[in-house]
């Protein structure tokens, strides 16, 4: 963060603030971590810490490491994202962290030593880089951003000094850095609400206008102080560049009115209407809104090749800071199906929902662990609205995969019994549910019969006798037309809202699921 790193109340902005120098309290050891790390020279310095240069005597490899003074509190912001990157699988786009720790009333973190920002690139390219170019960064600026949030927080002070890049054969690769002003916008369980704010984040040039007004972000301010970051980087300027009043608040409020006032168009003038389209986007997403991450890599990937002369191939061309000769470069790959905050809270929500209706069924405690893992899904929800659009989740992010596959053992269970009694039976539906691949298509190949459920007589179900939860037994299930379960079951959440499920007639009670093959297993809907 610039001068706002230490920026105090909003009605305290315009006093005189006493800058930080970057000086810490402590000594730079010469060691770190057993002498597994010699730190060298400093590499630079911020409000809050400085970067030294450093050497693994294990590997050879150079590191960086950062340090803080110890109740600062940034670098342990930093230090918790990076690892949440990691253990979700997100290690593109993010430098890896290597250890961390306290020492001389320091805080210090050693990940990956990268290369130059992208300001440093910029002013090596004449204060500018090419439409080509830009679009090709923004392609990775969206890429860092959707994992990012994925772990539930908005960075807050996007900036082409906070984008590193990488070096040798990744020195076109992008690296989001600096989670010093990091803030949740998700529970867990739901969206956070938006509230107002105490302190400024960010940097005037770049920072939302949600920023200027001292309200909390959401992934669309993440995304708006992009668009201003990648204009920027296009021309070179932006329009209240140039602004300085003489005290914070004058200066925030005048740049507020100019970033209100703004239209798309004319702040992208000269642009690939990419940038325009990307701009309108970001201000018409709602506080909680969900960005299209893909569609919008799909509009800089689209302009971008747009660009390029006819013939022209190579990632190296279209990078202004890479050689103009070809070189050996590892190419720029994204990760698909990145789940968001509310996606794992559907799916845990759904798994849930499936663990108490299988509990109801068999009158008797179920155990997540003989089913489903809940560590594969992070979070739960209670919000209604997110549970209503799981349907559009799971076909926008493919998860019926990943739900085919936490319930492979019951499905494969639950298959196996279908088809042994299919062929006793005969029966030429029961015998394509037993090839089906999924649970969808299972519930695919009988909606007919879903269907006809729906439609029955609430009185013919009503004059059936009911058949007590204490009945249900772990040597089988029976579906039949004699008798109605009083509440839903596994197999009505998957097959039909009226489907009818007993128990055998015969066979010991249990409190728990059937781990083993039901005995028999057949259903008719009437």
Known sequence: MDKQCSQKAFSEAGKTE?????????????????????????????????????????????????????FAGFLMREVDVLRRLAEAGHQKGFAQLLDSGNVNGLSFMVMDCLGESLLDRCKASGGRFSTGCVMAVAEQVMACLECLHSVGVVHRD????????????????????????????????????QEDVQVFDGSFRYAPVTAHELRSQSRRDDLEAAGYMLVF???????????????????????????KASEPHVLAS???????????????????????????????????????????????KDFGWLPSSPMS??????????????????????????????????????????????SDFESASDDETTATSLRSRIVRNKSFGTMGSLLSRRRDRFRSSVAEAASESGDETMTSVSRSKSLASMGSLLSRSRQHCRTSSRAEQDSKPVVPAADVTTQ????????????????????????????????????????????VVSFTCS
């Not at 906070?162 to 850095?177: D, E, Q, S, V």
């Not at 916008?185 to 609400?193: E, F, Q, T, V």
């Not at 794992?344 to 069924?361: H, P, Y």
């Not at 039949?480 to 499920?501: D, Q, W």
């Open 18 to 70: 006493a800058a930080f120098d970057g000086e810490l309290s402590g000594a730079i050891p010469s060691s770190l971590v057993g002498q597994r790390y010699n730190v060298l020279e400093k590499l630079g310095g911020g409000c809050f810490g400085q970067v030294h240069r450093a050497c693994d005597t294990e590997t050879g490899e150079e590191v960086a490491v950062k340090f803080e003074d110890l």
């Open 270 to 316: 000269g642009l690939h209407s990419c940038f325009a389209d990307y701009l309108a986007y970001c201000q018409s997403l709602g506080y909680k809104e969900r960005p299209n991450y893909t569609s919008l890599r799909h509009k800089f990937q689209c302009g971008r090749e747009s660009c390029k002369p006819v013939g022209s191939t190579g990632q190296h």
């Open 158 to 193: 996007l900036k082409p000094e906070n984008f590193l890049t990488g070096r040798r054969a990744r020195a076109h690769h992008l690296y989001l850095t600096d989670f010093g002003a990091v803030e949740p916008y998700h529970s867990g369980r739901a969206h956070l609400p």
């Open 476 to 519: 089988g299930w029976q579906a039949a037309s004699e008798a109605p379960v009083p509440r839903p079951g596994f197999a009505t959440l998957l097959c039909g809202k009226n489907m009818r499920l007993t128990a055998p007639e015969i066979g010991e009670t249990s409190d728990k699921l059937p781990l083993q093959r039901p005995r």
């Open 233 to 259: 980087l296009a021309k070179g300027t932006l329009p209240w560049a140039g602004v300085n009043e003489s005290d914070w608040i004058s200066r925030n409020q005048r740049i507020l009115t100019m970033k």
């Open 329 to 374: 470069i590892d190419p720029v790959t994204f990760s698909t199906d990145v789940l968001q905050p509310e996606d794992k809270a559907v799916g845990r929500k759904f798994i849930r929902r499936v663990t108490v209706a299988a509990s109801t069924f068999t009158g008797a405690r179920f155990s997540a662990s003989e089913s489903w893992s809940s």
